[in-house]
């Protein structure tokens, strides 16, 4: 089965700095998808950015970056000139197949001012 | 906004009542899911229906009852639920399958009582 593991379930950075949020995913699959999920206290799950696993370079969207390590199983997110708005949870997501998303137990992400 | 609409947005129930989940989407999306979000554990997936055919029932009590009429309406039926089913429950579509970034709802926060 697969499995994705968040090792910081809260974190803090100070506004205008850089953040990284950590994830890994075990997986014997060759193709699938990961996802960056992000619930401020609105409860509402956006998406951030997403990776596709058979693509070696990494993802960007604006401020949000990943870094994906395919053989580490590693799947990182950055986030540049962090904003007050970015606090919120953040859950880690991966698909392959036919199994629907898996998620993470989510880092609780702090901008502070 | 998603273009996922969940109601209601709250709701408390004692442990004999009957209620109900709704969920809709307008987004000609194939796929709908009901994930349950408790505190400190990762989003459980429920129920998955793709073409109104569930495909998906992960272990879950009896006690939920998913309905699925068409593709843009999903239901979750409660009855004589436990305290510990208290969590928010969020509703999600997809067009289905991999390559499929899931639209969430805002949930429905429930307390059992």
């Known amino acids: 089965a697969q499995t994705v593991t968040q090792s910081q379930p809260e974190m803090s950075v100070q506004e205008a700095e850089t953040v990284t949020l950590s994830c890994t995913y075990d997986?014997?699959?060759?193709?699938?998808?990961l996802f960056w999920y992000k619930q401020p206290p609105s409860r509402q799950m956006i998406l951030v950015i997403r990776q596709e696993a058979y693509k070696q370079q990494n993802a960007t969207e604006n401020r949000f970056s990943v870094n994906f390590q395919k053989a580490a199983k590693s799947f990182s997110l950055k986030i540049s000139d962090s904003q007050l708005g970015d606090t919120a949870m953040y859950f880690c997501?991966?698909?392959?197949?036919?199994?629907?998303?898996?998620f993470g137990k989510g880092t609780r992400l702090s901008v502070i001012a | 906004e998603t273009g996922v609409t969940q109601t209601p947005r709250h709701l408390v129930m004692g442990m004999t009542n009957k209620k109900s989940l709704k969920c809709e989407q307008h987004l000609g999306h194939n796929a709908m899911y009901w994930y349950k979000q408790s505190a400190k554990k990762p989003l459980e997936l429920m129920f998955v229906y793709n073409f109104k055919e569930q495909t998906e029932n992960n272990s879950v009590p009896s006690r939920f009852s998913p309905e699925c009429p068409n593709s843009s309406h999903l239901f979750l039926h409660l009855h004589t639920l436990q305290p510990e089913d208290s969590a928010l429950y969020l509703c999600?579509?997809?067009?289905?399958?991999?390559?499929?970034?899931?639209?969430f709802g805002q949930g429905t926060r429930l307390t059992v009582v």
């Open positions: 997986t014997s699959e060759s193709n699938y998808y």
């Open positions: 997501a991966f698909i392959s197949g036919n199994t629907p998303l898996v």
């Open positions: 999600a579509s997809s067009q289905g399958g991999l390559n499929t970034e899931a639209f």
